[in-house]
């Protein structure tokens, strides 16, 4: 079976989509035993998890304005999609928003990292959704440590070696250093607004690493703030808004 995630079967409804002037929501996620025109792309048949799955990603893509009713239905005109402008661009481009963008100029696996993590959450398992939150956690040290390099970090005008640090260098020292390479200039409320989401997300991981070891299980409003809060901070420090 194909590794199937929420990313995954939204590009795959996009590309049904651009294949066609529109599609019912039925006749591409299927239902029950009727199979819908997204496993036969993927040539799978869904279980159960897959098929809601498919319905979140559908609903997703609506929200963000990637595809949208036609509304020319007299009996379900909400259920008839098409692709939009903006979501011919997200497939051309393979990118669903400007973080995904973002990241994969940095590096393509932290655009899976994030992919596996909302994916996880989307599940609702208890084991999943621990994972989810230390992939919040992940995403921003990979991010970091992929996007900026030591070196890098040490030429900056002003850099001063921390003495409490191994290395020297301590994590401001590198959102400083992303925040200025991804815009023209180092905002001290940015810098602000990344440094208290990345402890948010520090002390969500820590919080559900200890959950771990416990009987209680994470709650998704729970994973779902860190991942939001790893978000806020990325797109604090890759994008100009």
């Known amino acids: 079976m194909p590794d199937i995630t929420v990313r995954s ?18 006749n591409l996620i299927g ?7 997204l496993e036969r792309r993927l040539r799978t048949v869904f279980e159960p998890a897959h098929r809601e799955m498919a319905d ?4 997703e893509l609506k929200s963000a304005s990637l595809i949208r009713s036609t509304y020319d239905d007299l009996i379900d005109p909400d259920s008839w999609v098409e692709i939009t402008e903006a979501g011919r661009i997200a497939l051309a481009r393979r990118s669903l928003d400007a973080l995904d963008e973002a990241l994969a100029k940095i590096s393509p696996t932290l655009v ?3 992919d596996g993590a909302w ?3 989307a599940s609702g398992r208890p084991d999943s959704l621990r994972q989810a939150s230390h992939s919040a956690r992940e995403l921003i040290d990979q991010t970091l440590k992929e996007g900026v390099p030591d070196g890098a970090v040490r030429h ?14 301590t994590r401001r020292h ?3 250093y992303l925040i200025g390479v991804h815009q023209d200039a180092v905002s001290e409320s940015d810098l602000k607004v990344a440094e208290e989401a990345c402890d948010l997300v520090l002390a969500a991981d820590a919080r559900l690493t200890a959950l771990a070891h416990s009987r209680t299980a994470p709650t998704v409003s729970d994973v779902k703030d860190s991942l939001q809060a790893a978000e806020i901070a990325l797109r604090r420090l890759l994008l100009r808004e």
Do not use: C, W, Y
């Not at 939204?10 to 066609?20: D, G, V």
């Not at 900056?156 to 260098?169: A, L, V």
């Open 9 to 26: 079967l939204k590009f795959a409804i996009m590309e049904a989509l651009a294949s066609t002037r529109k599609s019912h929501k039925f």
């Open 31 to 37: 239902r029950a035993s009727l199979q819908g025109d």
């Open 56 to 59: 979140i990603a559908f609903q």
């Open 112 to 114: 899976e990292l994030r």
């Open 119 to 121: 994916s996880a959450v």
């Open 156 to 169: 900056m005008p002003g850099f001063i070696d921390d003495p409490n640090s191994r290395t020297g260098i």
């Open 174 to 176: 590198r959102l400083r």
